[in-house]
């Protein structure tokens, strides 16, 4: 798994790459830290790469919006497979979000 983080105009972004399976959410846990202090900011997570998420995978998401709702912010995903939707979907998750449709 890779995560790719920017700085964009009033928001951060991070670009996730490959599985987010339960061995990767650790090392994933760190480098999504900048997503967390700047939570006060819109978090757009770039899902587009993303190839599989695993329940530690959407425990990462959660942290990241429990996190921007407590700072004033917020979390919008963008360019999620369909794979991937019908997971978060199925778990509920969907509806936490703001999401963006794939281009």
Not at 16 to 25: E, K, Q, S, V
Not at 26 to 50: G, K, W, Y
Request: proline letters at 2%; aromatic letters at 6%; hydrophobic letters at 45%.
């Amino acid at each position: 798994m890779e995560v790719k983080i920017f700085q964009e105009e009033g928001a951060m972004s991070a670009q996730l790459i490959g599985r987010l399976d339960t061995p990767a959410a650790m090392e994933v846990t760190r480098e999504v830290q900048p997503l967390i202090d700047n939570a006060d900011r819109t978090i757009i997570l770039d899902c587009s790469q993303m190839d599989y998420i695993s329940s530690s995978g959407l425990r990462i998401f959660l942290t990241i919006r429990k996190a921007a709702s407590a700072k004033g912010g917020k979390v919008v995903l963008r360019g999620m497979k369909e794979d991937i939707r019908k997971v978060f979907m199925m778990t509920g998750f969907l509806n936490l979000f703001e999401v963006e449709k794939a281009q």
